[in-house]
């Protein structure tokens, strides 16, 4: 796996032996719009003539970092390490911009949503991208910052993921009718007391349960009940929603498992990695 890294002024890249190696300072972008935002990125040690590749955007939580991010899922452990490019973007202060017009980003007028289009045309400019498989997982408010994405860029994206995040109630009142499909896909503890799996109700700050959230994409998206309350081993129990193109919403529900990334009975990022990849814009 490459790691490439930039600063605002100058460019570097290095291609590192150890697939473990610690994180380096992060990117920043070419582009004076973004100027003063970073990220991180794994690319394929090598790359293959011809092959097109996968975008995965990884999105931190309140407070984190994109280090932190690539840390937490590590994607470069996977067989789809060299398969796929890896974006883990900072978000300019705490907090994303989730679209439910109440938080830090939101009031200091912060462009999260162009900013991640930017870095998807930046990298369809750089690397040979495969414009059909741009994917999208966030956990805790990086997750609620997916669904804002789905809603305002699922045209450029094929599916998206949250963990330990549902949608706020503000953003699902202003995602309208998507333009183009979209598969979605959470993975939730039932017993998260962060973000609740039952929801909130505090005003702009409310949050959709997390079933509610996968009946709210369902309804947007057309889709029929394919699966109930499904067990799918002794921890997770799965509600799906799907149609005959393929596309789908759902809804991992771990029964024991609180406001984490990893729960026993799922394997988050294998979960999250092979759903990504079954869909296809």
């Known amino acids: 796996m490459k790691w490439i890294i930039v600063f605002v002024v100058a460019v570097f890249s290095c291609a590192c032996e150890k697939e473990y190696a610690p994180p380096s300072p992060p990117l920043s972008p070419t582009d004076s719009s973004f100027a003063d935002r970073t990220y991180l990125i794994d690319t394929p040690q090598t790359w293959a003539p011809g092959k097109k590749y996968p ?10 970092t994109g280090s932190g991010m690539r840390s937490t899922v590590r994607f470069y ?15 300019k ?4 911009e989730e679209g439910c017009r109440c938080n830090k980003p939101y009031r200091l007028g912060i462009d999260d949503v162009g900013f991640i289009n930017y870095l998807l045309s930046d990298a369809i400019g750089k690397y040979p991208v495969d414009t059909t498989r741009i994917y999208a997982v966030g956990f805790s408010q990086g997750g609620l910052f997916a669904h804002n994405l789905g809603c305002k860029l699922g045209h450029r994206f094929a599916a998206i993921a949250s963990v330990a995040s549902a949608m706020s109630v503000p953003l699902s009142q202003d995602c309208g009718q998507p333009a183009e499909k979209i598969s979605v896909m959470m993975i939730y503890g039932q017993q998260d007391k962060v973000l609740p799996y039952n929801g909130t109700d505090e005003g702009s700050f409310s949050l959709l349960s997390a079933p509610a959230t996968a009946e ?10 394919t699966a109930k309350n499904q067990g799918v081993n002794d921890y997770v129990v799965l509600d799906g929603y799907g149609s005959a193109q393929g596309d789908q919403v ?9 406001h984490a990334w990893s729960f026993t009975g799922m394997n988050t990022r294998e979960t999250v990695l092979n759903f990504f990849l079954s869909h296809v814009k």
């Not at 975008?55 to 984190?64: P, R, W």
């Not at 202060?93 to 994303?96: D, F, I, S």
């Not at 709210?216 to 009940?225: E, F, I, M, P, R």
């Not at 759902?250 to 609180?258: E, M, N, P």
């Open 55 to 64: 975008v995965v955007f990884a999105l931190h939580g309140a407070g984190g």
């Open 250 to 258: 759902l809804l991992y529900t771990v029964t024991h498992g609180d």
């Open 93 to 96: 202060v705490e907090n994303w």
């Open 77 to 91: 452990e996977t067989d789809e390490r060299d398969s796929c490019i890896f974006i883990y973007p900072d978000a």
């Open 216 to 225: 709210h994409w369902a309804d947007k998206l057309s889709l029929n009940h």
